[in-house]
């Protein structure tokens, strides 16, 4: 094996050649790699090799065209892809633009009318996107080299062994070269030779991909490897990278248990208003933010429709359409239904758990009772891979920041504005605030329909990562209210709290003991919590305490 880091500078460009995987297609490869020129044009037998024949044929000749790093063979390979590829006797053209080439050439052509398109198999379609991303390899752009080598990882096999070490004898990334031997040794695993997958486990053991992973138990799998010795070190490499992958395991359920919390303080934050603050027990809050997740989609229908080049921004209109949508229904219900039923919570209770069925129902007669999609926009496709395990939506993310913008504003406006002034003053006296010239009647409505706008901005959010229902309320309107309960009765910041605790304490238990019985053992907890503090994590203070 030659050792790439001897190589002299003035030479980092002479390609290296290893073992291949048939003897004969490893012979071709070595003289292509040695005798081959730096660039040269396919050759009209390579074309046809590529394109005319049995699989196997065709898949050793576009090996041994991505082992010479031909320049002009991605486009070939692209073409092929693509369907634009066709033979007439001996000749192979590629059809592209209303318009024929000579394969090999590049010259225009005329297409004979008894040319036949070229049939990929599955099996040919993987041949060639490998031989792409080996062609990568080569690439003067870093970023293209990690993605052929990421695109390589857990696909490579000993026909691509030569190009990985020609790439390994020009490659400086200190990072690259890294990846480079841990794919070379991922090839090697499955030699023949011993010493050569002894070698290979060792240097797998430095791994942080899953593919690693899987490819170690394959081989530790039904005695693939038959050699003890290196079945240990088999076993040692695979603990190695189980401990490694263990942390970005660890990271993903603390981030989707954040990003549950996210959505449930979404949810709970309207319902603190309307029940922590004006003690109205609303069984409809779950339905407002259904209205928010239609109107979202309704937004979405109007600029696809009226407004396609700006459709990525569709959400941002969507986001005050969806609060103004939930805060009108929900002002008319407090000035139609629940005005009346002040400090009587069971039939406050009874009244709204109707209206949430009139309102679905009325959903269902307008857009029917399907599931509709909403599109995430493209900056919100997608997402950022912190490691090889673990990648964070963009969407998710935006969720998190989105609910902390709510409420930061939330918390500004009862904490800093005349309204919210108003509100903590009805809350704790009632009829002190009327003697002091509060309107009370009016900040109810304005109250009420504040909770139901952020209940719609909720299912403005909850519309990007899940399809919208008629149904969609019902699954978090139990859920917030345990939130607001155990987080503290008027209290924001025991909702914030107890959401992104519920949530990730909900993930961690879901990984252990399963989506069902997570759900019941955090209720078992919340109830045995509010029966030992039935204020909840923060107590209101002031006369309302005692009230």
Known sequence: MFDDSTQPSSERRAPVCLTGRPIGRLLVALVACFLAPATHALTADEVRAMAIGENDDRAAAIA????????????????????????????????????????????????PDDAEDVINSNRMRNEIEAALASLKLLSTDARQRAEAIRELSGNADEAMLPM????????????????????????????????????????????????????????????????????????????????????????????????????????????????????????????????????????????????????????????????????????????????????????????????????????????????????????????????????????????????????????????????????????QNRPMAACMGVNTARVDTYAFALGSGIAGLAGCALSQVGNVGPDLGQGYIVDSFMVVVLGGVGQLAGTVYAALGLGVLNKLLEGWTGAVLAKIMVLVFIVVFIQKRPQGLFAMKGRSAEA
Do not use: C
Request: cysteine-free; overall charge neutral.
């Open 164 to 427: 990985i070490e020609k790439a390994l004898a020009i490659e400086s990334d200190p990072a690259l070269i890294a990846q480079l031997r841990l794919l070379r040794a991922a090839v090697q695993i499955a030699s023949p030779d011993k010493a050569q997958r002894l070698e290979a486990a060792k240097s797998l053991a430095d791994s942080r991909e899953p593919s690693t992973k899987t490819l170690l138990l394959e081989r530790l799998a039904a005695d693939v490897e038959t050699e003890a010795e290196v079945r240990a070190q088999l076993r040692q490499s695979l603990a190695a990278i189980d401990s490694r992958l263990a942390w970005g395991e660890r990271l993903g359920v603390v981030f989707t248990g954040v990003s549950l919390g996210s959505i449930l303080l979404l949810v709970a934050l309207g319902l603190a208003i309307t029940y922590g603050l004006m003690g109205v027990i609303n069984m409809a809050h779950g339905e407002l933010m259904m209205i928010g997740a239609y109107a979202t989609w309704l937004m979405q229908n109007l600029f696809k429709s009226h407004l396609p080049g700006l459709f990525d921004w569709y959400i941002l209109a969507a986001i005050p359409a969806a609060f103004l949508a939930s805060a009108l229904v929900g002002a008319a219900l407090e000035r139609g239904v629940i005005r009346f039923l002040y400090g009587r919570p069971l039939e406050t209770l009874l009244a709204t758990w109707g209206i949430s069925l009139m309102l679905m129902q009325s959903v269902r007669s307008l857009f029917g009772a399907q599931n509709v999609q909403v599109e995430n926009p493209a900056w919100l496709s997608g997402g950022v891979q912190v490691m090889s395990n673990l990648t964070l939506p963009f969407n998710r993310i935006a969720i998190i920041g989105f609910a902390a913008l709510v409420l930061a504003g939330l918390a500004f406006m009862v904490a800093s504005t005349r309204l919210g002034l108003f509100v903590r003053g009805v809350t």
């Open 64 to 111: 041994r065209v991505a082992v010479g790093g031909d320049p002009k063979a991605s486009e070939f390979f692209r073409a092929l892809l693509d369907d634009e590829v066709k033979v007439a006797g001996e000749r192979v053209f590629v059809v592209r633009g209303g318009g024929a080439v000579d394969a090999a050439s590049g010259a225009a052509a005329a297409l």
